[in-house]
């Protein structure tokens, strides 16, 4: 794997997890990126956690490794492009993951989910690992 890639929450899951395959294709990459939304949901699930401390430890470690795109005025101009259009379709999905959309189009990058309902936003190179 090539390029410059946005890494979904699911994503990030399976690279703490140690994922074999997750693993060596983000070492494979040219560079990765974390929305700033992926880091909120991975706090959160940190804090419900049974293991909150360890969690939140291994978050702020990748936070303070990685780049993190957070969002301006560009991202909520791609975010409503984004929501109008999975509304025309009658397709909506989850508030963060349009976010997450609106990002990974503004900076022209492919986003790595396991996410199908991607699928369903146009101009979006994703990719299912």
């Known amino acids: 794997?090539?390029?410059k890639i946005l890494l979904d929450t699911n994503i990030v899951i399976a690279f703490f997890a140690n994922e074999?395959?997750?693993v060596q294709k983000m070492q494979m990459s040219e560079q990765f990126y974390i929305p700033a939304i992926?880091?909120?949901e991975l706090y959160?699930?940190?804090?419900?956690?049974?293991?909150?401390d360890q969690n939140l430890q291994r978050i702020d470690d990748l936070a303070a490794t990685t780049a993190i795109l957070s969002c301006d005025y560009l991202t909520a101009a791609h975010y409503g492009d984004?929501?109008?259009e999975l509304r025309r379709k009658g397709r909506p999905i989850p508030e963060n993951d349009i976010w997450i959309a609106a990002l990974t189009r503004q900076h022209d990058l492919t986003l790595i989910?396991?996410?199908a309902h991607f699928d369903q936003i146009e101009k979006l190179s994703s990719?299912?690992?």
């Open 1 to 3: 794997m090539s390029g």
């Open 20 to 22: 074999e395959s997750v």
């Open 38 to 40: 992926v880091l909120g």
């Open 44 to 52: 959160f699930g940190a804090k419900k956690s049974s293991r909150p």
């Open 82 to 84: 984004v929501k109008d």
């Open 113 to 115: 989910t396991r996410d």
């Open 127 to 129: 990719q299912t690992w």
